[in-house]
């Protein structure tokens, strides 16, 4: 019997082609797009999961409380001593210093740049990194020796057996590889492949390891622990970590400075903390999917029931000969399934050929293979009843129900063919889900236009930024005298970032005869004298450095003054802050600039010549010159430091990396806007033609009484545009909660206003009007004769 089903099936497949293919087409992208969803969503939700301890390993992160709380995912230097000295609540414990890209040499004319990072030897006992060789009980336990990925053996050597082989880490620093990883899976927020002892730092970077100094914080100095069995980490926030701020610091700063456990599975999802996503745009994303398996479902059920009047002698034919109402309704139902079966192969092989633009669009390294995934194995039979199911359950019971008699004179009544109140709920439903995307494609656009084209507070235009691998006093005033002599290079500075950065050191301070220290923390930009003229501030009270290698004077802005809550920025000219342990003057008051991205508050922030922070030099050139400069900045920078390798990035293409989830987020939304609009298109195509079948003899009344081609086209369209407002006083409200709710995850936002839903209902009007428009002037252009004779 269920051979005869599909037998049936196929056949009544290949008799109506047009229909079919018009089906399948809606189904097999409608499921493509799901099944990317879904292997987009799980790849996120596999983020550091194969670690075997996870759910006790931790992330102490420091909270500043000020007037508002703000995160950091770094710790003071000492914190990891200190925490493991005094409570024994940790099995292990592993300090970790993120350095970023550096360059790595076995040679001097073998040199490449990789990620790198100082760790102490328990992190390995924390994450599982499998060795290939080596001894976990002996990796980065002696100094001056390394941990390198497979991949980074054989890039540096062609093999991996790489025991006792040196590398070079920036030109100085010579270790000894005594252990192998096995390559880092792209699951991982953990990106290092190269290792080093973390007691080495000290002789790589001395600032960021002053044993006894709680007062800073660098987000990329982190401290992990591994918790003993039982050991709550709720009983750790609330007791032990506010007793290391009462410990080792005094009573005002330490409310500032707070401390809290942040477990391992929120480290990929925790925006505060510089995490990639946040679980409610993963829920955003895997809830458009849903929208759009929806959207491609009611589709189905149009087209199917504007098909039904077509087979409705077949119908009446199969019941007169003695088809009961169920086998008619397992018919229907088994050719939906032979449809979604070869909708569902279709969009899996669209997904794995659109698969590699969309890991190049959105950054990311997705991979279907449903052999080697039972998640996937699972998802897809799932996914292929549920669409069965709600595609074909409807229109299989209409169509069951039909009445014999009627059936074969082809007298079907319009509620024969299904109720006219649900098929436009069916409508609305889809015109809201589009609406709804619509208007989200245009907020998230108007915002990323915002944030990337606002004034920032300073000069972000023909910027070049150079990196610096290290600050020597001499290479320092080498590479000024050099870029200086280059026409078209019209300002430079060294620093140790832009005005606006994500990467930036927290301290405390305390203020002039103030006796204990403030309780916002404050942040640093070291620069030389030039900063303010290269990046354009603007002075509003005192003047600019002087040139020292110390910090001795400072620059604050107008948010450090009020802060201070002193009554004029000219007020704190020539008064004595206490920053990072040292004493200076400050000289001056610069116009508040945004000191991150739009989504945070402008940070407290002071400017001064702290030499040894400087790592970027930046660079305004005269962009009409800009061909004949760049190979002699290139020299210039290579003459001062000919074993690192030579790179640059212009500063408003690194401030446009700020948004770039905001990005992913708005290519996304775009993209499945767009497929919505199509499938959308499809089903309202087969409802108008439902329409037009229905009213034929109509129309043709309609005609032989005088009605114009114009009055007809209105008598479909008008239909359609009610249901489409009544889709908008829907969407409308909801979409404007949604994306109210996601502006205000930025401190500097549009304004929501009425233009927004005018320019979606716009434009859900024009593709209405669109798709309605052709069969409405068909149908209007028929001849009323032919049309009558046939009724």
Not at 364 to 384: K, S
Request: with cysteine; aromatic share 12%.
């Amino acid at each position: 019997m269920l051979t005869n089903y599909f037998k049936a099936a196929w056949r009544n497949l290949k008799r109506f082609r047009t229909h079919t293919i018009i089906n399948i087409a809606g189904l097999a992208l409608g499921i493509a797009c799901v099944i990317l969803i879904f292997t987009m969503v799980k790849y996120h939700l596999s983020f550091d999961t194969f670690h075997h301890n996870k759910d006790r390993v931790y992330r102490i992160v420091t909270a500043f409380h000020e007037e508002k709380v703000r995160y950091s995912t770094g710790a003071p230097s000492p914190m990891g001593d200190a925490f493991q000295h005094d409570f024994g609540v940790t099995e292990q414990l592993s300090r970790v210093a993120s350095m970023g890209k550096r360059v790595v040499m076995t040679t001097p004319d073998k040199k490449f740049e990789e990620e790198i990072a100082f760790a102490d030897p328990s992190f390995f006992n924390i994450f599982y990194f499998p060795l290939l060789s080596g001894s976990t009980a002996t990796t980065l336990k002696a100094p001056f020796t390394a941990a390198v990925t497979a991949r980074i053996a054989k890039k540096y050597f062609g093999t991996t057996d790489v025991i006792g082989q040196l590398i070079h880490l920036d030109d100085s620093l010579q270790f000894t590889i005594t252990a192998v990883l096995k390559d880092i899976p792209d699951n991982t927020d953990f990106r290092a492949e190269v290792y080093f002892p973390f007691d080495n730092l000290q002789n790589h970077s001395p600032w960021l390891v002053e044993k006894d100094w709680w007062m800073s914080v660098n987000r990329g100095l982190q401290c992990f622990v591994l918790l003993k069995p039982g050991v709550k980490a709720a009983d750790v926030n609330n007791k032990l970590l506010p007793a290391v701020s009462s410990k080792y610091y005094d009573a005002t700063s330490s409310k500032l400075f707070r401390f809290e456990l942040q477990p391992l599975n929120d480290i990929h999802f925790n925006p505060q903390l510089n995490g990639y996503i946040a679980k409610k745009n993963l829920w955003i994303i895997a809830l458009i999917g849903l929208l759009l398996i929806i959207t491609t479902c009611i589709n189905f059920v149009n087209l199917s029931i504007a098909q039904a009047m077509k087979r409705s002698k077949e119908i009446g034919l199969r019941k007169v000969l003695g088809g009961l109402r169920g086998q008619i309704f397992v018919q229907f139902l088994s050719e939906t399934a032979l449809v979604v079966l070869i909708a569902m192969l279709l969009a899996y092989l669209l997904a794995l050929v659109t698969l590699p633009y969309v890991n190049q669009l959105f950054e990311i390294q997705l991979h279907i293979n449903i052999l080697g995934d039972h998640y996937l194995l699972l998802f897809l039979p799932l996914l292929f009843i549920v669409v069965v199911l709600l595609s074909g359950a409807y229109p299989g019971l209409v169509i069951a129900g039909f009445q014999p008699i009627q059936a074969l004179k082809n007298k079907l009544a319009r509620q024969s063919t299904g109720g006219a109140l649900f098929r436009k709920g069916l409508v609305v439903t889809q015109f809201a889900i589009s609406q709804l995307l619509i208007i989200g494609t245009i907020v998230v656009a108007n915002q990323m236009r915002y944030s990337v084209e606002s004034d920032p507070g300073f000069r972000k235009d023909a910027i070049l930024m150079l990196p610096l691998p290290d600050n020597e006093v001499a290479k320092l005033s080498t590479l000024h005298t050099l870029l200086s002599q280059i026409p078209g290079v019209e300002q430079l500075t060294f620093c140790g970032n832009a005005p606006a950065a994500d990467k930036a050191s927290a301290t405390s301070m305390k203020f002039d005869t103030r006796t204990t220290a403030e309780k916002n923390a404050i942040f640093n930009r070291a620069a030389d004298t030039g900063y303010v003229r290269t990046f354009g501030l603007q002075l509003v009270a005192g003047r600019n450095l002087l040139p020292s290698d110390t910090a001795r004077e400072f620059l604050v802005n107008e948010t450090t003054v009020k802060n201070l809550q002193l009554p004029s920025n000219e007020a704190i000219i020539g008064k004595s802050m206490v920053i990072n342990g040292g004493q200076g003057i400050v000289v001056g008051v610069v116009k508040d600039f945004h000191t991150r991205s739009f989504h945070e508050a402008i940070d407290p922030i002071f400017i001064s010549t702290i030499h040894d922070n400087y790592s970027k030099c930046a660079v305004k050139v005269d962009m009409r010159q800009l061909r004949k400069m760049m190979p002699a900045i290139a020299a210039a920078w290579k003459d001062v430091y000919p074993q690192h390798f030579y790179k640059y990035r212009f500063l408003d293409e690194q401030m446009a990396g700020f948004y770039k989830l905001d990005m992913m987020i708005f290519r996304l939304i775009q993209l499945f806007t767009s497929i919505s609009i199509i499938i959308g298109c499809i089903g309202l195509y087969g409802l108008v033609s439902f329409m037009a079948a229905q009213r034929t003899r109509e129309v043709g009344i309609r005609k032989t009484l005088g009605a114009s081609v114009e009055n007809i086209i209105w008598l479909f369209s008008k239909e359609f545009l009610y249901l489409l407002l009544t889709a908008f006083v829907i969407a409308a409200p909801l979409a404007w909660l949604i994306m109210n709710q996601w502006l205000h995850t930025f401190a500097y936002r549009i304004n929501l206003g009425a233009g927004v839903f005018v320019l979606a209902i716009f434009i859900s009007i024009c593709v209405v009007t669109i798709t309605v428009g052709y069969t409405a002037i068909k149908t209007a252009l028929m001849n009323p004769v032919k049309t009558l004779k046939a009724e």
